[in-house]
Protein backbone atom coordinates (compact mmCIF):
# COMPACT_ATOMS: atom_id res chain seq x y z
CA UNK A 1 0.00 0.00 0.00
CA UNK A 2 0.82 3.52 -1.02
CA UNK A 3 1.00 5.88 2.44
CA UNK A 4 1.60 9.25 1.84
CA UNK A 5 1.39 12.42 4.12
CA UNK A 6 0.95 16.12 2.70
CA UNK A 7 2.00 19.26 4.89
CA UNK A 8 1.27 23.01 4.57
CA UNK A 9 -0.48 26.18 5.78
CA UNK A 10 -4.50 26.62 5.23
CA UNK A 11 -4.69 28.24 1.57
CA UNK A 12 -1.63 26.32 0.07
CA UNK A 13 -4.03 23.50 -1.68
CA UNK A 14 -2.99 20.35 0.17
CA UNK A 15 -6.17 19.34 0.22
CA UNK A 16 -6.31 19.56 -3.74
CA UNK A 17 -3.18 18.28 -3.91
CA UNK A 18 -4.07 14.91 -2.13
CA UNK A 19 -7.11 14.81 -4.72
CA UNK A 20 -5.33 15.04 -7.38
CA UNK A 21 -3.09 12.55 -6.61
CA UNK A 22 -5.56 10.15 -5.44
CA UNK A 23 -7.34 10.80 -8.72
CA UNK A 24 -4.47 10.06 -10.28
CA UNK A 25 -4.10 6.52 -8.48
CA UNK A 26 -7.64 5.54 -9.32
CA UNK A 27 -7.36 6.34 -13.01
CA UNK A 28 -4.76 3.89 -12.96
CA UNK A 29 -6.58 0.94 -11.14
CA UNK A 30 -6.08 1.77 -7.49
CA UNK A 31 -8.28 1.56 -4.96
CA UNK A 32 -7.95 4.85 -2.98
CA UNK A 33 -8.35 6.62 0.08
CA UNK A 34 -7.47 10.67 0.18
CA UNK A 35 -8.51 13.19 3.08
CA UNK A 36 -7.66 16.46 4.81
CA UNK A 37 -7.00 16.64 8.33
CA UNK A 38 -7.75 19.89 9.79
CA UNK A 39 -9.22 21.68 12.88
CA UNK A 40 -11.17 25.29 12.18
CA UNK A 41 -10.68 26.67 9.08
CA UNK A 42 -8.33 29.25 9.24
CA UNK A 43 -5.70 30.51 6.55
CA UNK A 44 -2.54 30.10 7.62
CA UNK A 45 -2.87 27.43 10.04
CA UNK A 46 -0.56 23.65 9.71
CA UNK A 47 -3.02 21.09 8.26
CA UNK A 48 -2.21 17.71 6.43
CA UNK A 49 -3.64 15.72 4.08
CA UNK A 50 -2.93 12.14 3.32
CA UNK A 51 -3.74 9.36 0.56
CA UNK A 52 -3.65 5.37 0.56
CA UNK A 53 -4.07 3.55 -2.36
CA UNK A 54 -3.81 -0.42 -3.08
CA UNK A 55 -4.69 -2.56 -5.49
CA UNK A 56 -6.84 -4.48 -3.25
CA UNK A 57 -9.49 -3.25 -0.68
CA UNK A 58 -8.08 -0.78 2.23
CA UNK A 59 -9.20 -1.32 5.46
CA UNK A 60 -7.40 1.30 7.44
CA UNK A 61 -8.80 4.34 8.27
CA UNK A 62 -7.36 7.84 10.04
CA UNK A 63 -4.12 8.90 10.34
CA UNK A 64 -1.05 7.91 8.59
CA UNK A 65 1.12 6.52 11.32
CA UNK A 66 4.38 5.16 8.97
CA UNK A 67 4.36 7.42 5.67
CA UNK A 68 6.19 6.26 2.70
CA UNK A 69 6.42 9.25 1.47
CA UNK A 70 5.77 13.08 3.26
CA UNK A 71 5.45 16.31 1.25
CA UNK A 72 6.10 19.65 2.86
CA UNK A 73 5.10 22.18 0.86
CA UNK A 74 5.90 25.10 3.48
CA UNK A 75 9.08 24.04 5.24
CA UNK A 76 9.02 26.36 8.36
CA UNK A 77 6.40 23.68 9.49
CA UNK A 78 9.14 21.16 9.93
CA UNK A 79 10.35 22.35 13.26
CA UNK A 80 6.47 23.00 14.88
CA UNK A 81 5.53 19.68 16.57
CA UNK A 82 1.75 20.69 16.12
CA UNK A 83 2.35 20.24 12.70
CA UNK A 84 3.47 16.57 13.01
CA UNK A 85 6.09 16.74 9.94
CA UNK A 86 8.08 14.29 11.29
CA UNK A 87 6.04 12.07 13.29
CA UNK A 88 6.10 8.19 12.16
CA UNK A 89 8.89 8.91 9.84
CA UNK A 90 11.30 5.97 9.38
CA UNK A 91 14.19 5.05 7.33
CA UNK A 92 11.96 3.97 4.37
CA UNK A 93 10.23 7.06 4.59
CA UNK A 94 11.02 9.44 1.86
CA UNK A 95 10.64 13.42 2.82
CA UNK A 96 10.11 15.66 -0.08
CA UNK A 97 10.10 19.63 1.25
CA UNK A 98 9.38 22.73 -0.77
CA UNK A 99 12.17 25.08 -0.29
CA UNK A 100 14.65 27.17 -1.33
CA UNK A 101 17.56 25.48 0.67
CA UNK A 102 19.55 22.82 -0.65
CA UNK A 103 18.90 18.71 0.11
CA UNK A 104 22.75 19.15 1.85
CA UNK A 105 21.20 21.81 4.49
CA UNK A 106 18.47 19.95 5.55
CA UNK A 107 20.10 16.56 5.78
CA UNK A 108 22.37 18.16 8.55
CA UNK A 109 19.40 19.83 10.56
CA UNK A 110 17.24 16.88 10.74
CA UNK A 111 20.05 13.86 10.57
CA UNK A 112 17.09 11.57 8.88
CA UNK A 113 18.30 8.42 7.67
CA UNK A 114 15.91 8.49 5.01
CA UNK A 115 16.28 10.16 1.42
CA UNK A 116 15.33 13.54 1.60
CA UNK A 117 14.27 15.40 -1.72
CA UNK A 118 14.26 19.13 -2.46
CA UNK A 119 12.03 21.44 -5.24
CA UNK A 120 12.27 25.02 -5.36
CA UNK A 121 8.91 27.19 -4.45
CA UNK A 122 6.83 27.56 -7.65
CA UNK A 123 7.42 30.86 -9.00
CA UNK A 124 4.66 32.58 -10.40
CA UNK A 125 2.42 35.25 -8.86
CA UNK A 126 -0.19 32.34 -8.29
CA UNK A 127 2.42 30.38 -6.54
CA UNK A 128 0.23 30.89 -3.02
CA UNK A 129 -3.18 29.24 -4.04
CA UNK A 130 -3.63 26.57 -6.42
CA UNK A 131 -0.01 25.89 -8.25
CA UNK A 132 1.97 24.34 -5.32
CA UNK A 133 -0.94 21.66 -4.52
CA UNK A 134 -0.16 20.66 -8.67
CA UNK A 135 3.92 20.74 -7.80
CA UNK A 136 3.33 18.34 -5.06
CA UNK A 137 0.96 16.18 -6.70
CA UNK A 138 3.16 15.86 -9.66
CA UNK A 139 6.02 15.27 -7.29
CA UNK A 140 4.70 12.82 -5.56
CA UNK A 141 2.72 10.86 -8.18
CA UNK A 142 6.17 10.27 -10.53
CA UNK A 143 8.33 8.99 -6.79
CA UNK A 144 5.62 6.08 -6.95
CA UNK A 145 6.59 5.00 -10.16
CA UNK A 146 3.30 3.93 -10.83
CA UNK A 147 1.36 6.73 -11.92
CA UNK A 148 2.18 7.90 -15.76
CA UNK A 149 2.62 11.52 -16.80
CA UNK A 150 -0.50 11.16 -18.63
CA UNK A 151 -2.20 9.68 -16.25
CA UNK A 152 -1.78 12.47 -14.09
CA UNK A 153 -2.92 15.05 -16.29
CA UNK A 154 -6.15 13.12 -17.25
CA UNK A 155 -6.47 13.77 -13.47
CA UNK A 156 -5.95 17.25 -13.34
CA UNK A 157 -8.10 17.83 -16.26
CA UNK A 158 -10.89 16.06 -14.14
CA UNK A 159 -10.06 18.19 -11.26
CA UNK A 160 -9.55 21.40 -12.14
CA UNK A 161 -11.87 21.71 -15.14
CA UNK A 162 -13.61 24.59 -13.42
CA UNK A 163 -10.69 27.02 -12.74
CA UNK A 164 -10.42 28.83 -16.32
CA UNK A 165 -8.40 27.34 -19.00
CA UNK A 166 -5.82 29.80 -18.46
CA UNK A 167 -4.97 28.98 -14.56
CA UNK A 168 -5.60 25.17 -15.97
CA UNK A 169 -2.80 25.32 -18.20
CA UNK A 170 -0.40 26.59 -15.43
CA UNK A 171 -1.40 23.96 -13.21
CA UNK A 172 -0.23 21.47 -15.85
CA UNK A 173 2.60 22.80 -16.87
CA UNK A 174 3.83 22.81 -13.17
CA UNK A 175 3.26 19.50 -12.31
CA UNK A 176 4.73 18.24 -15.54
CA UNK A 177 7.58 20.06 -14.76
CA UNK A 178 7.98 18.92 -11.09
CA UNK A 179 7.18 15.25 -12.73
CA UNK A 180 9.94 15.66 -14.84
CA UNK A 181 12.63 17.02 -12.23
CA UNK A 182 11.56 14.03 -10.04
CA UNK A 183 12.36 11.54 -12.93
CA UNK A 184 15.88 10.16 -11.86
CA UNK A 185 13.61 9.22 -8.44
CA UNK A 186 10.96 7.74 -10.25
CA UNK A 187 10.09 4.31 -8.16
CA UNK A 188 11.79 5.65 -4.98
CA UNK A 189 8.67 5.26 -2.52
CA UNK A 190 7.97 2.21 -2.14
CA UNK A 191 4.79 -0.15 -0.83
CA UNK A 192 4.68 0.15 3.01
CA UNK A 193 2.86 -2.28 5.50
CA UNK A 194 0.22 -1.94 7.46
CA UNK A 195 1.26 -0.84 11.58
CA UNK A 196 -0.50 -3.46 13.54
CA UNK A 197 -1.99 -1.90 16.70
CA UNK A 198 -2.06 -5.39 18.68
CA UNK A 199 0.21 -3.36 20.90
CA UNK A 200 -0.46 -0.09 20.53
CA UNK A 201 0.99 2.25 23.84
CA UNK A 202 -1.14 5.30 24.42
CA UNK A 203 1.21 8.09 24.55
CA UNK A 204 2.86 9.69 27.83
CA UNK A 205 1.56 12.89 29.16
CA UNK A 206 4.23 15.67 30.31
CA UNK A 207 3.50 15.86 34.24
CA UNK A 208 4.43 19.81 35.64
CA UNK A 209 3.25 19.72 39.26
CA UNK A 210 3.05 22.42 41.05
CA UNK A 211 5.27 23.71 44.13
CA UNK A 212 4.76 25.94 47.25
CA UNK A 213 6.03 29.54 46.57
CA UNK A 214 9.24 29.17 49.16
CA UNK A 215 10.76 27.02 46.87
CA UNK A 216 9.54 27.99 43.01
CA UNK A 217 10.54 31.56 43.93
CA UNK A 218 13.81 33.13 41.95
CA UNK A 219 16.85 32.95 43.44
CA UNK A 220 18.99 36.17 41.96
CA UNK A 221 21.84 36.70 43.19
CA UNK A 222 23.15 40.09 41.92
CA UNK A 223 23.74 42.06 39.06
CA UNK A 224 26.97 40.69 36.83
CA UNK A 225 26.79 40.05 33.04
CA UNK A 226 24.91 36.96 31.41
CA UNK A 227 28.15 34.50 31.71
CA UNK A 228 28.37 35.11 35.52
CA UNK A 229 24.71 35.31 36.64
CA UNK A 230 23.67 31.52 36.60
CA UNK A 231 20.00 31.94 35.36
CA UNK A 232 19.47 28.25 36.24
CA UNK A 233 18.43 29.20 39.92
CA UNK A 234 15.22 30.77 38.67
CA UNK A 235 13.88 26.89 36.96
CA UNK A 236 11.34 24.85 38.73
CA UNK A 237 10.83 22.33 36.11
CA UNK A 238 14.19 20.89 34.47
CA UNK A 239 13.95 19.90 30.56
CA UNK A 240 16.38 16.45 30.33
CA UNK A 241 17.07 14.55 27.08
CA UNK A 242 16.46 11.06 26.26
CA UNK A 243 19.39 10.69 24.24
CA UNK A 244 18.09 7.23 23.43
CA UNK A 245 14.69 8.84 21.55
CA UNK A 246 16.70 11.87 20.06
CA UNK A 247 17.57 11.59 16.31
CA UNK A 248 19.98 14.40 16.78
CA UNK A 249 17.92 17.19 15.17
CA UNK A 250 19.96 19.46 16.78
CA UNK A 251 18.61 22.61 14.62
CA UNK A 252 15.12 22.36 16.30
CA UNK A 253 16.10 22.54 20.03
CA UNK A 254 19.57 24.65 19.70
CA UNK A 255 17.45 27.71 17.42
CA UNK A 256 14.71 27.80 19.68
CA UNK A 257 16.12 27.90 22.75
CA UNK A 258 15.51 31.80 23.74
CA UNK A 259 19.07 31.66 25.73
CA UNK A 260 21.36 29.53 23.69
CA UNK A 261 21.37 27.23 26.78
CA UNK A 262 21.38 24.14 24.24
CA UNK A 263 24.85 23.59 22.52
CA UNK A 264 25.62 20.81 20.06
CA UNK A 265 28.53 18.40 21.34
CA UNK A 266 30.86 17.00 18.85
CA UNK A 267 28.96 13.88 18.68
CA UNK A 268 25.95 15.97 17.23
CA UNK A 269 23.64 15.70 20.70
CA UNK A 270 22.35 18.51 21.93
CA UNK A 271 23.79 19.15 25.42
CA UNK A 272 21.51 21.70 28.40
CA UNK A 273 23.71 24.38 30.48
CA UNK A 274 21.80 24.37 33.21
CA UNK A 275 23.25 26.77 34.40
CA UNK A 276 21.71 29.12 32.27
CA UNK A 277 18.85 27.16 31.78
CA UNK A 278 15.78 28.82 32.98
CA UNK A 279 13.40 25.99 32.97
CA UNK A 280 10.92 27.91 30.28
CA UNK A 281 10.55 24.61 28.61
CA UNK A 282 10.12 25.61 25.13
CA UNK A 283 12.47 22.94 23.82
CA UNK A 284 10.14 20.51 25.05
CA UNK A 285 7.62 21.38 23.01
CA UNK A 286 9.69 22.15 20.02
CA UNK A 287 11.23 18.64 20.27
CA UNK A 288 9.86 16.45 17.59
CA UNK A 289 10.83 13.34 18.28
CA UNK A 290 9.39 14.27 22.51
CA UNK A 291 13.63 13.13 23.28
CA UNK A 292 12.90 16.07 26.54
CA UNK A 293 10.88 15.16 28.92
CA UNK A 294 10.10 17.54 32.22
CA UNK A 295 11.23 17.33 35.68
CA UNK A 296 10.83 18.96 38.85
CA UNK A 297 14.01 20.57 39.86
CA UNK A 298 13.74 19.40 42.87
CA UNK A 299 13.54 16.26 42.36
CA UNK A 300 16.59 16.75 39.58
CA UNK A 301 18.68 18.10 42.36
CA UNK A 302 18.10 15.12 44.94
CA UNK A 303 18.95 12.37 42.32
CA UNK A 304 22.52 14.92 41.32
CA UNK A 305 23.09 13.98 45.18
CA UNK A 306 22.50 10.67 44.88
CA UNK A 307 24.65 10.33 42.56
CA UNK A 308 27.68 12.50 44.36
CA UNK A 309 27.13 10.18 47.39
CA UNK A 310 28.07 6.92 45.36
Known amino acids: MFTIRFHGRGGQGMKTASRLLGSAFFLEGFEVQDAPRYGAERRGAPMSAYVRADRKPINARGVILQPGLV ?4 DSLVPVPAAG ?9 VMLIVSHEQEAIWRNR ?18 ETALIS ?8 CLTGVISCETLIDAIRDELDKIGPELLNENLQVAQNTYELMSNFKGLVKDTELVSLANYQKPAWID ?18 STLVRTGLWRTQRPVIDYDSCHKCWWVCSSFCPDSAINIGKDGFPVIDYDHCKGCMICVAQCPSHAIETIPEAKAQHLEQLGEQK
Open 208 to 225: LPLEPSEQSSPIVQGSQT
Open 71 to 74: IVAD
Open 110 to 127: LNLKGPILVIPPVDSARA
Open 134 to 141: AACAGAAA
Open 85 to 93: VLAGITEST
